[in-house]
């Protein structure tokens, strides 16, 4: 079975600052999907990245970027420049390929805390 | 994008009645939505996947008697906690992908159930 990690339960980091968000996981699948969302205070899930497993290239969203490292199983998520509306919790989630019907994974999430 | 509509955010009930939460997909058609139940401060756990016009699968340790399931029309599922108690009450999220964008699942606004 697939599993995700996420070894940090609180970050913080100070606004304009960068921080990073581990995420490993485990599978035996070649090709998959993995995805960061953020939950806000209000709950509602957002997708923050998304990252094929047979892309090479990093995936970048703005201020959002990746460093997917396949071998070591391996998915982290940078901020750069941190607004307080980042303010949230992140889960890193996993999906093997397939139809509309493949789950997600999720991780036990990181509450990132933005301060001033 | 595509949205996913659920309902009631919030409800209240009393302890052995049952109550019906349901899941909207507004703007395309979901032959398959996932169930979540989450705890305050954890992750999400599949509870569900629920598939138009068949039965629902359910987690291994999930009561399919208590959580009923029914997923009638391409663009609408429920979830009905039956004889709800106490330890019922939780976050309920729904979520469903669309075919033309099957990559990345798109999430309800999440039921808050509290069983008093």
């Known amino acids: 079975a697939q599993t995700v990690t996420q070894s940090q339960p609180e970050m913080s980091v100070q606004e304009a600052e960068t921080v990073t968000l581990s995420c490993t996981y485990d599978?035996?699948?070649?090709?998959?999907?993995l995805f960061w969302y953020k939950q806000p205070p209000s709950r509602q899930m957002i997708l923050v990245i998304r990252?094929?497993?047979?892309?090479?290239q990093n995936a970048t969203e703005n201020r959002f970027s990746v460093n997917f490292q396949k071998a070591a199983k391996s998915f982290s998520l940078k901020i750069s420049d941190s607004q307080l509306g980042d303010a949230a919790m992140y889960f890193c989630a996993y999906r093997r390929l397939g139809g509309t019907a493949s789950k997600l994974t999720f991780g036990t999430g990181t509450r990132l805390q933005v301060t001033l | 994008g595509a949205v996913v509509s659920q309902h009631p955010s919030r409800v209240i009930c009393k302890s052995g009645t049952s109550v019906k939460i349901e899941c909207r997909s507004l703007d395309f058609q979901a032959t398959t939505m996932f169930w979540y139940r989450q705890f305050p401060k954890q992750s999400l756990m599949l509870m569900a996947t629920s598939n138009e016009g068949s039965k629902a699968t359910y987690e291994q340790g999930v009561e399919k008697d208590k959580f009923l399931i029914n997923h009638a029309s391409l663009t609408l599922s429920t979830l009905t906690v039956t004889s709800a108690h106490p330890e019922d009450s939780s976050f309920y999220i729904c979520?469903?992908?669309?075919?033309?964008?099957?990559?990345?699942?798109?999430f309800g606004q999440g039921t808050r159930l509290t069983v008093v």
């Open positions: 599978t035996s699948e070649s090709d998959y999907y």
């Open positions: 979520s469903a992908r669309a075919p033309s964008r099957n990559t990345e699942a798109f």
């Open positions: 990252q094929e497993a047979y892309k090479q």
